[in-house]
T-cell receptor, first 113, second 115 residues
């Protein structure tokens, strides 16, 4: 049973527009959330995170929003660039278990020039 | 820092053979994770270690899978015997477990093909 779900396997966006990637979770004990980006033939790399005490965290073009009541988070990329084309994984963890992350199945973003 | 190192990068083997994947975590990290990536299930956690001790192996699919961490700088994931459905990309990741919020750093992965 997947505790973190990314229901959109793929997303296509025009360069310069906003990309919105979504993630839902089921475990109310999760208190820390991350997004990872993965290029082909490479391992995932950390992109941005958010603690459950916040509802927004921004880093340059990337913003993560957390809606605890809906158990939903989203990643906004503005403006989108062709180099952002990659697979994005959402991950979540609770506070007590040795950094055990639960990952979603990923969303493949394609930013068209 | 060289990052997390995995070997081999690619492995092609025949059904029934033993496969050993290797991982060197980032120096100073005390947690190590083995993941498997498939199209259907995304990134699945197989097992993780803290201070070289296995903490949770509930993700290991079958007894054919085993993992060891004999010291802080080396871990192996072994599949014996291998089956075609084991074909996937296997990632190793490491982190420094601190107040439960540190991120994990992934290696480049081993692409395993079992014929």
């Amino acid at each position: 049973d997947q505790q973190v779900k990314q229901n959109s396997p793929s997303l296509s966006v025009q360069e310069g527009r906003i990309s919105i990637l979504n993630c839902d979770y089921t475990n109310s004990m999760f208190d820390y959330f991350l997004w990872y980006k993965k290029y082909p033939a490479e391992g995932p790399t950390f992109l941005i995170s958010i603690s459950s005490i916040k509802d927004k965290n921004e880093d340059g073009r990337f913003t993560v929003f957390l809606n605890k009541s809906a158990k939903h988070l989203s990643l906004h990329i503005v403006p989108s660039q062709p180099g952002d084309s990659a697979v994005y994984f959402c991950a979540a963890k609770g506070s007590s278990n040795f950094n055990k992350f639960y990952f979603g199945s990923g969303t493949k973003l394609n930013v068209k020039p | 820092d060289a990052g997390v190192i995995q070997s081999p990068r690619h492995e092609v083997t025949e059904m029934g053979q033993e496969v050993t994947l290797r991982c060197k975590p980032i120096s100073g990290h005390n947690s190590l994770f083995w993941y498997r990536q498939t199209m259907m299930r995304g990134l699945e956690l197989l097992i993780y270690f803290n201070n070289n001790v296995p903490i949770d192996d509930s993700g290991m699919p079958e007894d054919r899978f085993s993992a060891k961490m004999p010291n802080a700088s080396f871990s192996t994931l072994k599949i014996q015997p291998s089956e075609p459905r084991d074909s996937a990309v296997y990632f190793c990741a490491s982190s420094f477990n601190r107040a439960g919020t540190d991120t994990q750093y992934f290696g480049p992965g081993t692409r395993l093909t079992v014929l």
